[in-house]
């Protein structure tokens, strides 16, 4: 290709990139409603990990201002918190059996996803942040004890899918 040809065609994307900026992202954090219970140690990890995109308190860096990246980020935050959300807390049967399947998302390495880790090395989850936050999850998705009728409520296991 000849050098000119090249020149228009860099410059052609250079618009381009220039014009998409002008495309509204939606990067708003709602106000947060009720933050899910959990003790201190589940919260840090939750913090550190997953608030970015499972909670109202998104940190918007400058690369979710660029986009076509921007696009991306705003769209995993609208899913991500729909799917589940501490910072609006409900409890209800779909956070509750979205929050059970925590173990098996980080243990199919999807959560937090690959993308998020290349960028926010911090955010990695020990062994013994997984741990934790199984246990959290487990504990906080059983079935409430019956009262009174039986002393020992028996362990059920919650059953996902
Ligand atoms: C970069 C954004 C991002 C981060 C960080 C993140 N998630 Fe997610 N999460 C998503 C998106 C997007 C979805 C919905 C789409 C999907 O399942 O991939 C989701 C879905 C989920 C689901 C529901 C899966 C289902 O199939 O119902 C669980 C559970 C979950 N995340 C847990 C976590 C936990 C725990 C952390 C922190 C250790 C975390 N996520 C960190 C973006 C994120």
Not at 4 to 12: P, Q, V, Y
Not at 82 to 95: M, R
Request: with cysteine; net charge positive; hydrophobic share 40%.
């Amino acid at each position: 290709m000849s050098q000119k040809l090249w020149k228009t065609l860099a410059g052609a994307v250079v618009v381009a990139l220039g014009a998409i900026q002008l495309i509204p992202v939606d990067r708003t954090n709602p106000p947060v409603q009720k933050e899910m219970p959990a003790p201190p140690d589940v919260q840090a990890i939750l913090r550190r990990s997953c608030y970015d995109c499972h909670s109202n308190e998104t940190v918007w860096l400058w690369y979710s201002k660029v986009a076509p990246i921007s696009w991306l980020v705003s769209r995993d935050v609208r899913e991500g918190r729909k799917d589940l959300n501490f910072s609006d807390w409900t409890a209800s049967e779909k956070q509750l059996r979205r929050l059970a399947k925590t173990p098996k998302e980080i243990a199919k390495a999807k959560m937090p996803p690959w993308f998020y880790l290349a960028i926010h090395d911090d955010a990695r989850l020990s062994p013994q942040d997984v741990e934790t936050l199984n246990r959290f999850a487990a504990s906080s998705t059983a079935p409430a004890p019956k009262p009174a009728a039986t002393p020992v409520a028996p362990a059920r296991s919650t059953s996902s899918n």
